[in-house]
């Protein structure tokens, strides 16, 4: 029969549930958040290995490991003959509960009007945006996850590894002010640049944390209230929403099935452009509007940011060649990303431009937030040399095929009367519903199906109502769950349109 302090032990030691750690590192980390939280007080004395292991049915090896490790960090001290304690100074004093008073307001005092000092606000900018408990829905036909079928995991462990070893430290420890790891910049010139037609100098290209903050720092430094900046419409909302932080002035310009239209662009300064696969459409621009949008720049004097969204991602036809390739007057920015295919929250880009902008974008990034990882950096140089990059784009791409392929199939059987066009690569189809549909609606609705997508009325400055337009995205459902959120998805459309009283040929079984 356990005694009281057994039974005390085995409740404080109970090993977290953490996937990502060995047994050893959830015995640490039990022991660990014990003394950080207070529970186990400075001297407390610990039982010992043999006790431990047998208490949590765990090796005594795993054990000893595990305290040496915290005697070495100074969590714990060994006393000869005596055991293992929690050593002094293990949890460092702070603010004492009964010295802190609690704010006290003056009858005539008030508190700051926020909302009148926040001089740029999003608050109020339409974006894409999901449930809080977005995966936990069985059909998530959105943006912002990782493929956990598809992420190289042992890869990109033994780049992160070779990168912590200590002969690497000497790489990317050093503060870089505002340089970048010389490898990975090295990686985007000789790699990935030449693959997209484009050719560039060290000093041209800059590192940044996600395209969002490439889109932030060309706002900084291009934009004010004056700049005319020329948006597909429909287009990206996240340039969009962090170019408007500059408050300048929005110009749509027009899209059709084979993306932004030169002949009907109006007086601009700056043009953001996605010609690679347009968003959201995924329409790619022709060769032949690509020259005329550069005649058209240098004619009419703007300048063009192109995000060379989602390029690797080719399914058919020839890879068309970046507008920054064929730009001969150096009136092209270039935006690409590196981690997107591995995942979101990697957060690495790089913006590709003329010496002297990249030098001021450079002092600029110093302000925000001096450099991106340099840890992260040189994992990703690795990950780039060693040829993982590649081999994980293709195997991204046989995936989304798969998935476009079963796309299609299951928006031809449930929903015939939706529309559609297969692109040529991307992670995403662009669909457009029937004249009574409203695609915000249908989303509501569709929630309650367990389905998830993302309606089209963000994508547009000025979203028409109804918005029948929606996305489907690719990169977070697996290719077995697609046919089944397709028809989920049409049973919501089946009840959007008894509420309009429209006419719809009933959603078929399924299989």
Known sequence: MRSTQQFQWAQLFTLPEHPALPLQGRLRLAIVQAILEGRLPAGAPLPSSRELARLLG??????TA??????????????PRSGIFVADGA?????????????????????????????????????????EKWRQYPYPFVYGHYDPELFPMEDFRECCSHTLARAQLQHWTPDFETDDVPDLIEQIRLRLLPKRGVFALPEEILVTVGAQH????????????SSRVGLEEPGHPHARNTFSLRQPVFVPAPVDDEGVQPERLPPLDYLFVTP????????????????????????????????????????????????????????VIYVGSLSKSLSPALRLAYIVAPRPLI????????????????????AYALFLSLGHHESHARRVNAALQERLAVLAQALREFMPDFTFRLPQGGASVWVSAPAWADAAELGHIARSHGVLIEPGD?????????????RLRLSSIAAGQI???VRALSLAADELARARGAARRPTPPAH
């Open 58 to 63: 765990i090796s005594r090896n795993t054990v």
């Open 66 to 79: 595990a305290y040496e490790q915290l005697v070495d960090e100074d969590f714990l001290q060994a006393r």
């Open 91 to 131: 949890r460092q004093a702070g603010v004492q509960a009964d010295a802190v008073q609690a704010p006290r307001r003056s009858a005539e005092g008030r508190a700051p009007d926020w909302a009148g000092r926040t001089l740029r606000s999003l608050s109020r900018q339409p974006t894409l945006s999901k449930p």
């Open 214 to 225: 490439a889109y932030h720092l060309l706002a900084e430094g291009l934009f004010d209230s």
């Open 276 to 331: 690679s696969h347009q968003s959201p459409t995924t329409a790619t621009l022709s060769l032949e509007r690509r020259t005329e949008l550069l005649a058209r720049a240098e004619r009419d004097d703007f300048v063009l940011i192109e995000d060379d969204y989602e390029a690797e991602n080719l399914f058919a036809g020839a890879p068309m060649p970046a507008l920054k390739s064929m730009d001969r007057s150096g009136r």
């Open 359 to 378: 030098a001021e974008l450079r002092l600029l990034r110093h302000a925000m937030v001096r450099h991106p990882s340099t840890m992260l950096q040189q």
């Open 458 to 470: 963000v994508f547009f400055v000025a979203p028409p109502y109804p918005c029948r337009h929606f």
């Open 483 to 485: 046919a089944a959120g």
